[in-house]
């Protein structure tokens, strides 16, 4: 099975942010939902962080911003996959320099698993540089 990943840059140019939410919970939709309607108008700030419920339990939040140089995508996947070894085919969908990221009951901090994925990043990027020369 391949993963082919169809973006231009004229796509990426042409779009508009989207807003985007990581959220502690599974949806069963891939489609548009009515966020602002049903979840963004609901959101308060408290002390830098972020409060909303999402059916019914507490969410605390934060807004990060996607690391310089960066952009974030969304890819869609149109087909549904018929069989598991088939080629899968995914498609611009949306790009994002900033997202929400929420917890369960507690606030956000720099030892949660995805900001600690976050922080990756910069190590990849400090280990594959090139080193500069010491010669003097």
Do not use: C
């Not at 059916?55 to 069989?83: A, D, H, T």
């Not at 611009?92 to 990756?120: I, M, Q, V």
């Amino acid at each position: 099975m391949s993963i082919k990943v169809q973006i231009t840059k004229d796509q990426i140019e042409s779009k508009d942010e989207t807003k985007v939410h990581f959220i502690p919970a599974s949806v069963n939709s891939n489609g548009i939902i009515k966020i602002d309607e049903y979840f963004n108008n609901y959101t308060i700030e408290e002390n830098g962080v972020l409060i909303n419920a999402l059916r019914g339990y507490p969410l605390k939040g934060v807004e990060i911003n996607v690391p310089e140089n960066m952009q974030g995508l969304i890819l869609k996947e149109n087909e549904k996959l018929q069989i598991e070894e088939s080629d899968r085919v995914l498609k611009f969908g949306g790009k994002f320099d900033k997202f929400t990221y929420w917890n369960y009951d507690k606030n956000p901090s720099e030892n949660d698993a995805y900001k600690k994925a976050l922080h990756y990043i910069k190590i990849a990027e400090a280990l594959h540089s090139e080193i500069e020369s010491l010669d003097e």
